[in-house]
């Protein structure tokens, strides 16, 4: 089976037309801006189309024209959001909810088949935790990245 | 042969693929590529039930190739079909 990496500019906009069809999408992220929870090239996000969104969603966002991030959200405003990648240190996105081609509902890590769900205990745990350590994230990022996890 | 009900062949992101219709959900990391030849067979099995021998004829009117060539490539693209569960 091959492989083959598809742009973001062709990839996205047909995500979009999927979703706001109403289906649901997966795709392979790309970028390590989701570390820890998710790495470049090995975990896969299950995409739907977004109605309501509060702090700790992830989303894929058009945070300028054709240039898409699938980000946390970090602080909301009425319909102004402002992102910020898990794996980022410093750096944050704005936009508003209008920009949001759809809403992250799980995750497939590993290369598993089966889906951890952003209701599921483990990515609840992880969410809270990891923004309460966001003061010291620059170090256990760096740790991981030398440990290789 | 026949290919099952609920596969059609869909332009995405500038490729011809398979996919499985009325899904409520499609994988964009697995995704069936059919290249040009591939993907001209597969409307040709579309239409019906179909035999290799129908598709190896079918090939030989669209492209200049040696039936003995276009057998042999009919035969490995309906092996992988089959193996991938997409005709019965």
């Not at chain 2, 693929?17 to 067979?41: H, Q």
Request: aromatic share 8%; proline share 3%.
């Amino acid at each position: 089976m091959n492989t083959r990496t598809i742009p973001n500019d062709i990839l996205i906009p047909e995500i979009k037309r999927f979703i706001d069809d109403g289906h649901t999408a997966i795709f392979r992220v790309r970028g390590n801006s989701m570390r820890l929870f998710l790495k470049d090239g090995r975990d896969k996000v299950v995409l739907a189309p977004c109605h309501k969104v509060n702090v700790r969603d992830v989303v894929l966002a058009e945070i300028s024209p054709g240039h898409y991030v699938l980000h946390r959200i970090i602080h909301k405003d009425g319909k102004q959001l402002v992102l910020k990648g898990d794996g980022n240190v410093s750096g944050t996105e704005q936009c508003t909810t209008d920009n949001i081609v759809g809403i992250a509902t799980g995750f497939i890590r590993k290369g598993r088949d089966t889906i951890d769900p952003v209701s599921g205990y483990k990515w609840r745990i992880y969410s809270r935790l990891w923004l309460m350590l966001s003061p010291v994230r620059r170090y256990i990022l760096g740790i991981c990245r030398r440990l290789g996890i | 042969m026949k290919i099952k009900t609920g596969f059609e062949m869909r332009d995405v992101c500038g490729e011809k693929v398979v996919i499985a219709t009325g899904l409520e959900n499609l994988d964009f990391s697995k995704m069936i590529s059919l290249n040009e030849t591939a993907a001209y067979l597969w409307t040709v099995a579309e239409q019906g039930d179909f035999t290799e021998a129908r598709l190896v004829e079918a090939l030989c009117q669209e492209y200049e190739v040696s039936p003995e060539q276009a057998a042999s490539d009919v035969a490995t693209l309906v092996k992988s079909w089959c193996e991938l569960g997409l005709v019965e």
